[in-house]
């Protein structure tokens, strides 16, 4: 299993339980107690308390996964697996049916009129390896849906990433919950049939994907709110609701360490965690203060707080850690900018392990091989920054449904590059313009040579999301743009990577990831 590690977090610090198996879950609720009684239910299979709170099914069916327990029993875990599969896959039909009829709670027509905007220029790129299909396959769909969610998020959406999931869930249900996106595609693909997912079908997955982590967001956070014992329709002070949101947060950070999922159960445990996260988390600090600011704000218009107060809250304390985590990417950046070589995005193992103070990059050399972010040449070890930037050992705090990593600046210079190609009659010159304005100099005579080769064997086009461009974009943008790996690419015959891979053997090291 992938062992991950939260930037800004002290190494040395174990989460073990008292016999040092494995990570400590805590202690569980008493019996009878106010925390049983509400957290520990799991909602009725006909959604009717969902309904009545005004909660669509999809969001429903995976709260009901995070709150209800693992049984002992296998011929009764075997049912209660099946029976919870077979209630999330109607969960996820009726909000893909309802989206696409227009009648989505949380979706509207603008909402959906804006994403197709985002979405055309990477989608009509990939048009060109599709044939004469009208819209995109499932790989291509799927190199689209998570482009746009690295892009917009620099989330590693699990089921979407083609280069697999970076993290094995501890059970069941985390499985179904962690499986939502690619369930999802497959609900979409099935209904889009021979002629493929076309742009509003995309948008309308991106907007049905968003609106449940945005709902599921919504439910850890209520948990946050019950584990005070406070009342759904109840207010608390402005020191309440600062507990709240550092136990909201807290538990949202903290659960990439256990690599588990769920909601916090107990008041005692969750304030564990944010005492935890505030002695081994460098990022914490700034959160903390910001959730001070957003409590200041709310208790302008009243005293009273209630748990929408709470919401619009949390939505901007979500933000701010997405600055944060990029924040301390961009970090690390620059420190391998400060080493020879760093301007060049390659430098040397040696002196990387011996850069700030010797507390970052130890990462092992299996897991730097199989990341592609090494160049063995005899006697010396190179490491190539946007490789190791961009490997999951660097994916912060996450949910059941994405990973958290460092942006891809890469990305970025790919969007630009879909939007010059839409309507560019030459391809050559619109790729050379776009990373001559990026870079402030005239592209080398050997890369606008090979520019011109590629598009010469691609019909005088260039298939920016395939193998072979991805290498020329890695030598006029090293520092930008990893070094491919050829093994990624098997998929639609090299146009884009293999919808098929697992993750990039990463989660099979059976030593250590890092090195101490």
């Known amino acids: 299993m992938m062992q991950s590690r939260l930037r800004g977090a002290k190494p040395t610090v174990q989460f073990l339980d008292e016999d040092g198996a494995g990570p400590s879950r805590g202690p569980e609720p008493s019996s009878g107690s106010f925390v049983t009684a509400v957290l520990g239910q799991k909602y009725s299979d006909d959604d009717e308390s969902c309904s009545a709170e005004g909660i669509t099914p999809g969001v429903c069916a ?23 599969r077979d209630r999330l896959e109607r969960a996820l039909i009726a909000e893909i049916e309802s989206a696409l009829a227009g009648s989505h709670a949380g979706i509207n027509a603008t909402q959906l009129q804006k994403l197709e905007k985002e979405l055309k220029p990477i989608y009509a790129t990939l048009q060109q390896t599709e044939g004469s299909r009208e819209g995109l396959g499932y790989s291509a769909a799927r190199y689209l849906l998570h482009q746009h969610f690295l892009r917009q998020h620099a989330w590693y959406v699990r089921g979407l990433n083609p280069a697999g999931d970076g993290r094995k869930p501890p059970d069941d249900k985390e499985a179904l919950r962690g499986r939502v996106a690619g369930h999802l595609l497959e609900v979409m693909e099935n209904k889009a049939g021979e002629q493929g997912l076309d742009l509003r079908m995309l948008a309308v997955f991106v907007a049905t994907l968003e609106h449940l982590i945005h709902g599921d967001q919504r439910e850890r956070l209520k948990q946050a709110w019950l584990v005070h014992e406070l009342q759904p329709e109840g ?14 947060m807290a538990h949202y950070v903290y659960v990439s360490q256990k690599v588990d999922s769920g909601y916090a159960l107990t008041l005692p445990k969750a304030l564990e965690e944010v005492n935890t996260i505030s002695r081994i988390y460098g ?11 957003q409590v200041d704000k709310a208790l302008l218009k009243s005293k009273s707080l209630t748990f929408e107060d709470a919401a619009e809250a949390a939505d901007m304390v979500l933000l701010l850690f997405q600055e944060v985590s990029g924040a301390m990417c961009h970090d690390m950046e620059r420190t391998f900018q400060t080493l020879r070589g760093g301007d060049h995005g390659r430098v040397l193992l040696s002196e990387l392990r011996t850069a700030d103070g010797g507390d970052l990059f130890r990462e092992s050399l299996d897991y730097l091989r199989q990341l592609g972010a090494l160049e063995e040449t005899g006697r010396e070890t190179f490491v190539f920054m946007p490789n190791y930037m961009l490997g999951p050992s660097n994916c912060d705090g996450t949910t059941s449904f994405y990973d958290l990593c460092c942006p891809n600046s890469c990305e970025v210079y790919k969007d630009k590059l879909e939007q010059a190609l839409m309507s560019a009659p030459d391809h050559v010159d619109a790729i050379a313009r776009v990373v001559e304005e990026h870079s402030g100099n005239k592209l080398q005579e050997d890369l606008l040579a090979k520019l011109k080769v590629m598009a010469k064997e691609q019909g005088e086009r260039v298939l920016i999301h395939g193998h072979a461009f991805a290498d020329w974009l890695h030598q006029a943008l090293p520092r930008e743009c990893p070094r ?7 998929g639609m015959a090299g146009a884009i990577p293999d919808s098929k891979m697992e993750f990039q053997a990463t989660t099979g090291l059976k030593e250590d990831l890092f090195e101490w």
Do not use: M, N, Y
């Open 235 to 248: 207010t608390t002070t402005g020191e309440g609701l600062l507990s709240v949101l550092q136990v909201f």
């Open 484 to 490: 491919p790996r050829a093994a990624d690419f098997k």
């Open 283 to 293: 990022g914490w600090p700034q959160i903390r203060s910001f959730i001070h600011d």
């Open 62 to 84: 995976l709260a009901s996964l995070a709150r209800s327990a693992p049984t002992l029993l296998a011929k009764q875990a075997d049912c209660d697996k099946q029976e919870s």
